[in-house]
């Protein structure tokens, strides 16, 4: 487990997969705001009512000038399945060696009916135009959230 990340820090760099074999860094988006939210699982209630905020929300991130990346252990499969069957909007990047989810310090130790294992913690970090840091949300409640976040990239 990795220390989180905090606002100021240096963004992790990254290079994921996505839909189409294809793969994203976090260099290939500088100049822009990048909004990161990390999630467990795909296709689970809570995860789906979060990407389908996110993905309502689109036009308006790409107004304020975000792109929006939706991060999960999950598989590029997975992803092309659960964004199919909500009709998602947006890019869902898959770390299923967890080397990212690591970076950030958002893959801990959880605890469900006594039982301790290693998850995502639902976190969405901003990242700005030079790289940096510039907010960010730990133990993310769903309700709200992406309207919160998009508020926020807009203020920033």
Not at 90 to 118: H, I
């Amino acid at each position: 487990m990795s220390a989180r990340i905090t606002e100021g820090d240096k963004a992790p760099a990254f290079k994921l997969a996505k839909e189409g074999g294809e793969f994203l860094t976090l260099a290939s988006l500088k100049g822009k705001k990048v909004v990161l939210y990390f999630y467990p699982k795909d296709d689970t209630s809570g995860c789906t009512k979060e990407a389908i905020a996110f993905s309502a929300l689109r036009k308006e991130f790409d107004a304020a000038g975000a792109v929006i990346l939706g991060v999960s252990p999950d598989s590029v499969e997975s992803h092309v399945k659960f964004s199919k069957k909500y009709n998602l909007d947006l890019t869902l990047l898959s770390d299923e060696a967890k080397a990212m989810l690591e970076a950030y310090g958002v893959w801990v130790e959880k605890s469900m009916y006594g039982r301790k294992y290693m998850g995502v913690e639902r976190t969405t970090v901003l990242i700005d135009e030079k790289g940096s840091v510039a907010r960010v949300w730990n133990k993310v409640k769903v309700d709200g959230h992406a309207e919160e976040v998009l508020e926020a990239v807009r203020t920033f």
